[in-house]
Structures are given as C-alpha cells and as structure tokens.
C-alpha cells in the first residue's frame, strides 16, 4: 500500500479493521487504484427518475448485468445501486468490482418541497451481497431532515459494526431554499459537514456554484473574504469543510451534460484537493464504447495523464 493511500486511511483513527480494508478496497481497485482518487459508478436513476428517462438514451442499460460489466471495464472504483440491481448480478460478478448498496430511494411520481426517501435495504442484505459500503441519501434542508439523520445514525451504527464504509450523499432540498440555494456554495458546504459529523467516511455533494443562499453566511465570506470565484476555490472550500479534507468527498456528474464542462469541473475537483467523482447519467447514457473514453478522459485527469 503506498504512502497516500495510508495517509488517507489515517484520517480514519476511530475506524476498525474492516472498515479500514474496505476503504482500502474502493481506494485501490481500477484504473485509478493508489491514486487517492475515485470514480465511482452509481445506477440509482431507473428508481429515482424511472426505466425510460434512466435507460431509454442506451437500452443496453435497462439490463442490471451491463452496469456490472461495464464498471468493470471502465475501471470505475465502486458501483452503487439500489438492492434489485445489485442482486440481479453479485452473484456472477462477485469480486470484480466493488458493490455499494443504495440503503434509500425515491421516487419521482410524487413530488415535494420537503423530500424523503424509504429505506429500501438493510445492512444484512449488503453483507449478503458482499458490499464493501452502504451508502444513504440526506436532504439537509427538509422538513424531514431530523427523521432522515435518524435513520442514518442506526443504519451507520450497524454498518460500522460489522466494518462496512458509509457513503451519504448529501443533497441540500427544502421548502426553506431556493432552486438555486441547493448548489448554493454556503449550502453545499454545510450540507458536507453534516454528513462527516453524522460519521459518513465518504461524502457526496453537487458541485457548488458562487451563488451564497444564506443572508448571515454572506456576512462571514464577506468578512474574512473566503476565496470563491472558481470552481476550484469553492471545491478547496467544500474540501475544508469536511474535516478540512479529513473526510473522503466527491462531487456528482449530474444530469448528462457538454463533456467539455464536466472534464472542467474534474479538472476543478482536482485542482480543488478532492477525491473524485460520481458519475452515472453522463456515462450510461451514452453508447458503451462513447462512455469508456469519456470516463477514460476524466481519469487520465485524476490521474494527472491529461491536463
């Protein structure tokens, strides 16, 4: 194990043994293995958004099989997926790449200011499976945000346990903020440092914007002038914010977009100091052989191959 694959570790000084390996799992598989940096695959959408809106764009995709092989291939770190998905093939993809189980969904059928997932799994189901991590959706933010925090302090008590990772993705919604306050850079970063107090070891938030949501958050950027112009600067900020980079964050591809703009904001979360990110739509939803060299491109620039 080299040097920066154990600093990383390090930061970890309550975690057992197991969690400890399985971190060392994420952190050494695939293309970017040793590197300190991720890319993870996530396929949550096909519950979140629906089959047609996830897959339709590459039918290949409504199959569970094409997701494991092609993270695999791709050399993705992880794939994350709710508990069918990852049923429909640990089995025969046992070993090849590691699994984590989506804990909580929703569904886009019905909407709401205040979001809430279900609880879809359980962490018996992920040491069935053979999952290296849960991972777990909080909306800080929401009205059933205290419920949420809840659920995820039992759901990561019982993981840590039995030496799974914990991943939280930490999506700011509410009634209380704005479509725009959600990447808000004030938001993003609070919403980071909820999920490391809650005791994530692997934080997912959006890409933060310039935009400052709160009134009283503005005053303290202003004051002690907080450098936030770039991308970069505002992802060093969501980075401090989480343990002053103590914490594993990486930061979610979004809805499929320009790939001069997403290989920018890797580029951003790279020079920014974070650990990676975690891309599903911008990579499934392009024809397989588009979506290898598109992911190809985002590592070489993790890996500092590209600048």
Same mark, same amino acid.
């Given at each position: 194990? +080299?040097?920066?694959?154990?600093?990383?570790?390090? !930061?970890?000084?309550?975690?057992?043994?197991?969690?400890?390996?399985?971190?060392?799992?994420?952190?050494?598989?695939? @293309?970017? =293995?040793?590197?300190?940096?991720?890319?993870?695959?996530?396929?949550?959408?096909?519950?979140?958004?629906?089959? *047609?809106?996830?897959?339709?764009?590459?039918?290949?995709? !409504?199959?569970?099989?094409?997701?494991?092989?092609?993270?695999?291939?791709?050399?993705?770190?992880?794939?994350?997926?709710?508990? %069918?998905?990852?049923?429909? =093939?640990?089995?025969?993809?046992?070993?090849?790449?590691?699994?984590?189980?989506? $804990? +909580?969904?929703?569904?886009?059928?019905?909407?709401?200011?205040?979001?809430?997932?279900?609880?879809? *799994?359980?962490? @018996?189901? *992920?040491?069935?499976?053979?999952?290296?991590?849960?991972? !777990? @959706?909080?909306?800080?933010?929401?009205?059933?945000?205290?419920?949420?925090?809840?659920?995820?302090?039992?759901?990561?008590?019982?993981?840590?346990?039995?030496?799974?990772?914990?991943?939280?993705?930490?999506?700011?919604?509410?009634?209380?903020?704005?479509?725009?306050?959600?990447?808000?850079?004030?938001?993003?970063?609070?919403?980071?440092?909820?999920?490391?107090?809650?005791?994530?070891?692997?934080?997912?938030?959006? $890409?933060? @914007?310039?935009?400052?949501?709160?009134?009283?958050?503005?005053?303290?950027?202003?004051? #002690?002038?907080?450098?936030?112009?770039? *991308?970069?600067? #505002?992802?060093?900020?969501?980075?401090?914010?989480?343990?002053?980079?103590?914490?594993?964050?990486? &930061?979610? =591809?979004?809805?499929?977009?320009?790939?001069?703009?997403?290989?920018?904001?890797?580029?951003?979360?790279?020079? %920014?100091?974070?650990?990676?990110?975690?891309?599903?739509?911008?990579? &499934?939803? #392009?024809?397989?052989?588009?979506?290898?060299?598109?992911?190809?491109?985002?590592?070489?620039?993790?890996? %500092?191959?590209?600048?």
């Amino acid at each position: 194990m +080299n040097a920066r694959i154990q600093e990383i570790l390090g !930061y970890y000084q309550d975690a057992s043994p197991g969690i400890l390996t399985n971190l060392s799992r994420l952190l050494n598989h695939g @293309t970017l =293995g040793g590197t300190g940096k991720l890319v993870i695959l996530p396929v949550d959408q096909g519950f979140e958004h629906g089959p *047609a809106r996830s897959f339709a764009p590459n039918p290949p995709g !409504y199959n569970p099989h094409y997701h494991f092989e092609f993270g695999i291939t791709a050399g993705c770190n992880a794939y994350a997926a709710p508990l %069918g998905f990852l049923e429909a =093939g640990a089995t025969e993809f046992a070993g090849q790449i590691p699994l984590i189980l989506k $804990m +909580n969904n929703s569904e886009s059928l019905y909407s709401s200011k205040n979001p809430c997932s279900a609880v879809t *799994a359980s962490v @018996t189901d *992920a040491l069935r499976l053979g999952c290296s991590a849960v991972g !777990y @959706t909080i909306y800080p933010g929401s009205a059933f945000a205290k419920d949420m925090y809840e659920d995820l302090r039992e759901i990561a008590e019982e993981a840590k346990s039995y030496g799974l990772a914990v991943v939280v993705w930490s999506y700011p919604r509410g009634a209380g903020l704005s479509k725009e306050g959600e990447t808000a850079i004030d938001v993003v970063a609070y919403a980071a440092q909820i999920a490391a107090q809650l005791g994530a070891h692997i934080v997912k938030v959006k $890409m933060p @914007t310039s935009h400052i949501e709160q009134a009283e958050a503005k005053k303290i950027y202003t004051a #002690r002038r907080v450098p936030l112009a770039t *991308a970069a600067e #505002r992802v060093r900020h969501v980075v401090q914010s989480t343990f002053d980079g103590r914490r594993i964050i990486i &930061f979610s =591809g979004g809805a499929k977009g320009d790939d001069k703009k997403i290989f920018d904001e890797v580029r951003a979360i790279r020079t %920014g100091g974070g650990y990676g990110s975690i891309i599903g739509r911008n990579s &499934f939803q #392009r024809q397989k052989r588009t979506a290898l060299k598109f992911l190809d491109t985002i590592m070489k620039i993790y890996a %500092g191959k590209l600048k």
